[in-house]
């Protein structure tokens, strides 16, 4: 969205343009600086209309008074340089002037898909000149000043450096223009390896940083987090020096030096968790499209579950003459709100298989979603009467996503557990929900306890009645290292599915195996072909285990293997039960 002209303090009559977003991962904000002497364009973004509006008001700019026109990019990523790339012939014929850091002007001159991240917008790139290599290496060194030539103007750089810390040097670059007009560089790595930021007067362009911990972000090709951690120090430096008056981001709003402080401090609080995390590329991309898909399936059945009954207990607590309690788990969850935010997210889905939406947006809309379902919640979900193993799943649905996004591999709760043991009390429990009037037997003299249990006992119905579920152990005892609140979860997710197909049976075998163990997990509605095949291995994983439908004799099966308690892992093919 385009503003109004404001006048920059500081800068000796420079008046800024900016161009600013919403947030989006496909198109950054730009900004256009009118100087005495000079046009300045910070970053390009990479949308059409914003790119042919941002031209626009150069051209009008330009016509009161010709002058030197230059890009200066806060790092080569194509959703802030686009503009440039995509529209190089016209740049070079216009004699537009092109500054980068040194690292992203070779990645933007090798038309290098993974630096500028082109490779995760699924587009090619063709390589892009680039007059003026900022802080470079051999600047970073030695300092000093030296002098370029850019479309036929002299540009002076002059190179000094800030001591933040014991640990920690601030690079800062002086860019002069033969016009007069100045501006300030400072190298800012972690985000991307070319990140910078611009200083005009007393206003200061930070591209990226707020968000370099972000999920989808964090992880990008050469991001570092300790490189991140030190500009993040660097950067207070800069805005608690009192020459600050403003920010400007790379994506939505500008801030005041307040609030950047503020975020800064939460950005480094987040990106010091993410020193283990793995890198951002196509591949995990795609995985963690794979759990989006799955996590938007698996929430919205999930959350019908919890939904329906929470209705449904309120219904007969109405009926009891228990008002004000009906009232309460009517409220206990905004369900309303989280199917709002799950019918949005089944609507980007369909936008993403028409086309219209590209995978890396997909996976930063899940982000989203996520966190807008886990703050709808709230304290909801700790309330007793609620099927603890409902919530558990809604909760590692939801954190199993992030995970997928940063790369963690998070299994905090695996130990070592008697396989033939768990899954005996699992079918037993599932069986026979007789602890629940247990409980309201054991809470008879305590009118509130006794409620409370009453509530549990309509909030939780018999479940698999038309399904008969049974177990057969052919080894024990099987341990193995493993999550089993996990694990007996995944299991039911699974049984859940084969009776929503009709299944009258579901027969679990647990069995040893020469590395370790295997559960399969045999049905009348399972075939070779089973849909949610992939949805289950990637849930199995999450508790240790290695998920495959395999067929036998024509008849099809669900295995998931594990290694034993002192196995070194497995590979290869599933092992077969004994």
Do not use: W
């Given at each position: 969205m385009e503003g109004d002209w404001i006048e920059i303090p500081g800068s000796g009559?420079?008046?800024?343009?900016?161009?600013?977003?919403?947030?989006?991962?496909?198109?950054?904000?730009?900004?256009?600086?009118?100087?005495?002497?000079?046009?300045?364009?910070?970053?390009?973004?990479?949308?059409?209309?914003?790119?042919?509006?941002?031209v626009a008001a150069i051209r009008a700019a330009n016509g009161e008074r010709p002058r030197g026109v230059s890009v200066l990019l806060t790092h080569c990523h194509l959703d802030h340089a686009h503009g440039v790339i995509r529209h190089r012939e016209r740049i070079a014929s216009s004699r537009v002037a092109v500054f980068a850091q040194e690292e992203g002007a070779l990645a933007l001159e090798a038309g290098d898909p993974h630096q500028t991240v082109a490779e995760m917008y699924g587009r090619e790139i063709e390589p892009v000149p680039v007059d003026v290599h900022l802080l470079t290496r051999e600047d970073r060194a030695c300092g000093g000043e030296r002098t370029v030539e850019a479309c036929g103007r002299t540009v002076r750089l002059s190179?000094?450096?800030?001591?933040?810390?014991?640990?920690?040097?601030?690079?800062?670059?002086?860019?002069?223009?033969?016009?007069?007009?100045?501006?300030t560089v400072y190298y800012m790595p972690g985000h991307s390896p070319d990140s910078i930021f611009i200083r005009i007067g007393e206003h200061l362009f930070i591209g990226d940083i707020l968000f370099a911990a972000s999920p989808g972000i964090a992880g990008l090709h050469r991001w570092n987090c300790d490189h991140l951690c030190a500009s993040i120090r660097a950067a207070r430096l800069i805005l608690e020096s009192g020459e600050i008056a403003f920010c400007w981001n790379g994506h939505g709003r500008g801030l005041s030096v307040s609030d950047t402080l503020k975020a800064l401090?939460?950005?480094?609080?987040?990106?010091?968790?993410?020193?283990?995390?793995?890198?951002?590329?196509?591949?995990?991309?795609?995985?963690?499209?794979?759990?989006?898909?799955?996590?938007?399936?698996?929430?919205g059945k999930l959350f019908s579950v919890i939904g329906g009954r929470l209705y449904y207990l309120s219904y007969y607590l109405e009926e009891l003459g228990e008002t004000e309690e009906a009232e309460r788990y009517r409220d206990l969850l905004q369900n309303d709100a989280i199917d709002e935010f799950l019918t949005n997210f089944s609507t980007f889905a369909g936008e993403l298989g028409e086309g219209r939406k590209i995978e890396i947006q997909f996976v930063l809309k899940a982000v989203q979603i996520v966190g807008k379902i886990e703050r709808a919640l709230g304290s909801g979900p700790n309330d007793p009467v609620l099927d603890a193993s409902l919530i558990r799943r809604v909760r590692y649905l939801l954190t199993d996503c992030l995970s997928t996004?940063?790369?963690?591999?998070?299994?905090?709760?695996?130990?070592?557990?008697?396989?033939?043991?768990?899954?005996?009390?699992?079918?037993?429990?599932?069986?026979?929900p007789s602890y629940l009037d247990d409980a309201m037997i054991a809470a008879a003299e305590d009118e509130a306890a006794f409620l409370t249990a009453l509530a549990a006992r309509i909030a939780n119905p018999v479940i698999f009645e038309e399904t008969a579920v049974s177990v057969e152990v052919r080894t024990r005892p099987l341990p193995v290292m493993t999550d089993p609140d996990r694990l007996c979860d995944g299991i039911t997710g699974l049984i859940e599915d084969l009776a929503a197909a009709g299944a009258k049976n579901v027969a679990i075998t647990v069995a040893g195996t020469p590395d370790g163990a295997t559960i399969a997990i045999a049905s009348d509605a399972l075939h070779p072909d089973w849909p949610y095949a992939g949805v289950y291995e990637r849930r199995f994983a999450?508790?240790?285990?290695?998920?495959?439908?395999?067929?036998?004799?024509?008849?099809?099966?669900?295995?998931?293997?594990?290694?034993?308690?002192?196995?070194?892992?497995?590979?290869?093919?599933?092992?077969?039960?004994?």
């Open positions: 009559g420079a008046t800024l343009l900016p161009f600013t977003r919403y947030p989006d991962v496909c198109c950054s904000n730009a900004y256009l600086v009118s100087t005495p002497g000079e046009i300045i364009v910070i970053d390009t973004g990479a949308d059409e209309a914003h790119i042919a509006s941002l190179t000094d450096q800030m001591q933040v810390d014991d640990g920690t040097v601030l690079y800062r670059q002086h860019v002069t223009y033969q016009s007069g007009t100045t501006c401090g939460s950005l480094e609080t987040e990106a010091k968790k993410l020193k283990g995390i793995s890198t951002f590329d196509p591949d995990r991309l795609r995985a963690s499209v794979s759990y989006a898909r799955d996590m938007l399936i698996e929430a996004v940063y790369g963690l591999n998070e299994r905090l709760n695996d130990r070592n557990v008697d396989l033939a043991e768990c899954l005996e009390t699992f079918v037993a429990r599932l069986k026979d999450r508790c240790g285990g290695r998920c495959a439908v395999e067929t036998r004799d024509g008849t099809a099966r669900v295995e998931v293997c594990f290694a034993g308690e002192d196995a070194p892992g497995m590979s290869g093919p599933a092992p077969r039960p004994t």
